[in-house]
């Protein structure tokens, strides 16, 4: 079961989805019923990994590596470290989730819907699992096309511009991408003698001086756009907007921390010097984004795309940890995987809630927490989250991302701790216009929030309440896997400082 167990993770959905498509497009409720328990199947199945995950091993756990295409030197490797657990974890409860909010919300092509959902989970799981290169395209690539139809056909306003841009702007970041990973299984064959896409055998493949810049740029852009980093990020405001809620909360909550994961897992350890050299420049863009995302928030009056301008200014805040090289800042970035998706996603999913009352323009509202002090309270609580109120679990990880970049940059750290009152003000001023002051005159008094609404937000409220005061559990799984992703690049680093005469043939980087 250990050994298979990422692979029904995967497969699971996809054999779901298949089956979907043999019921008859009539029978709504069977085809939301027949989704939601192979969800749950997949979800009970990924928090059993939390039982059973080692946080003392550092190396990869649940390992599968079997031949796909052996002529190519393709394999079907997967595998997860502390670092992956979190996310696969994050997508297989999270999907359950998504599809609860998507109940009532979805009227037209239901089968289509539910299907495309649930191979959207599984691609995403496989981008996070997969430990050979070309296998982990093929599923970053498989992300984008339930993507595309989620929000290109249940969309709202503005979705067909939101579809191209998204579409477009991920392909261009692909296709360095692909090339990228085409010249280092070229480069391994021409050291080796033999074909390979392994991570690790690519890791351990000479590669120095232009070659290993202009392959990290190819990487580095690839995750940038996924992950929004300025100036890359134009896409993610219009997608946010334009998607259904529950299609928005996974897309912000996971498929935009794959590109953040990207540079953990694969830029940064196979290009450590590179990185190390452009480390200022990636630093710089997060700062810039940081700021620049959170005033453009401030001028929004829509509540959807502040919160989808406050998701791109928190994940300019994981990049920054990311491109700090530190380890408290890599553990609060791979915490704040958590801490966002939960928040950010959340404050989604009760936009989405509001929406289906009234609309998401923020003068339409006012004064309606007398009429729903249940979704005013939840609400409330998950934007302190979003904020980082001491004692929520966004906290955790923003300040351990400022710490390790106030250690190792301490202007840059500096300047970065004030995405905490950028973010107090845009999100403090929302609240206190859309459910406090003076309700609208004549205004139908509005639903609070009904059980099936409960039952999506309040999990969510509780487990960003819990991992606030109890973190020691997620950081115990993150902690070693971090330092043997981590600890390898910087010694590499330091001894190319130390020797700078590296020439090509050098080896440039350590394994796991």
Sequence with gaps: MDQNVLSILIFLPVVAALGLMLMPSSSEKGIKGFAMVAALINAALALSLLGTFDPAKAGYQFEVNAPWLPSAGISYHLGIDGISLVLVVLTAVLTPVALLASWNLIKDRVRGY????????AGMIGAVTALDMFLFYVFFELMLIPAFFLIGL?????????TVKFVVYTLVGSLFLFVAILYLAVRHQATTGTWSFQLADLMATPLAGSAMVWAFLAFALAFAIKS???PFHTWAPDT????PAPVTFLVSGIMGKIGVYGFIRFAVPLFPEAARSAQPYLMGLALIGLIY???IALAQTDIKRLLAYSSVSHMAVILLGVFALDQHAWTGAVFMFMAHALATGGLFLLVGML???????????GGIAKAMPFLTTVFVLVTMASVGLPGLNGFIGEFMILLGTYASHNVIGVVATTSVIWGACYMLWMVSRTFFGEEPKQAKPLADLSLREALVIVPIALVIVYTGFVPQPVLSRIDASVQAV?????ATVKAATAEPAATEGDHHAGGH
């Design 114 to 121: 539910y299907a495309w959902m649930l191979l959207f989970s």
């Design 154 to 162: 249940w969309g709202g306003e503005g979705r067909v511009k939101a």
């Design 228 to 230: 929004g980093l300025f």
């Design 240 to 243: 946010y907007v334009a998607a």
């Design 293 to 295: 995302a959170a005033w």
């Design 355 to 365: 929406a289906e009352r009234k609309g998401t323009s923020i003068a339409d509202f």
């Design 486 to 490: 981590l600890g390898p690049v910087n």
